[in-house]
């Protein structure tokens, strides 16, 4: 079974998208990704932020780290310090953001082994079609060209001759 060979990811011109249908499957697919890059963001670099995105049907999303309300209000009232800035709250966020870096790390290097599998996977797939293509007679009757039908045909009365004369 010969797999279509696929275009890859390609680049695509920025530019509106008339069809109401498509424009909604782009937004949402790129909404996710914007907030997934968001929330990288925060972990990587322990910051605070909050998307606000509204889609082509005027449904606002949004997305905020620790949440939406705190940051919101803080830029409404321009307090530039955290809210619940006591000790024992900064204690915990601190808590908080090295357990998340450290399973982050840890998510990082199962992705990692994760690839590598999958490359491993596609080079014995590659090994195992090749062996194939090598002992043609052990493929499947039914995907034997004409040529190797013949042949197949020729070696087995020889097989078969042998026989005889050993019996």
């Known amino acids: 079974m010969v797999r279509k060979p696929s275009l890859g990811r390609q680049k695509i011109e920025i530019a509106k998208i008339e069809k109401k249908n498509h424009l909604q499957v782009t937004f949402s697919k790129r909404r996710s990704g914007l907030f997934k890059k968001a929330g990288e963001l925060c972990t990587l670099c322990g910051v605070e932020v909050v998307i606000i995105v509204f889609s082509p049907a005027e449904k606002a999303f949004s997305f905020g780290h620790p949440d939406v309300d705190s940051i919101v209000n ?9 809210q619940g800035s006591n000790g ?9 953001s090295a357990n998340v870096r450290e399973l982050n790390m840890q998510l990082t290097q199962i992705l990692n082994q994760l690839e590598a599998e999958k490359k491993r996977g596609e080079a014995l797939n590659e090994m195992v079609k090749a062996s194939i293509g090598q002992r043609w007679w052990e493929a ?10 013949e042949q197949l045909n020729a070696s087995l009365q020889e097989l078969k001759k042998e026989c005889h004369k050993a019996s």
């Open 88 to 96: 024992a709250v900064q204690m915990g966020e601190a808590h908080r």
């Open 74 to 82: 803080r830029f409404l009232s321009r307090n530039t310090t955290p």
């Open 140 to 149: 499947p009757v039914e995907e034997l060209s004409v040529q190797e039908l």
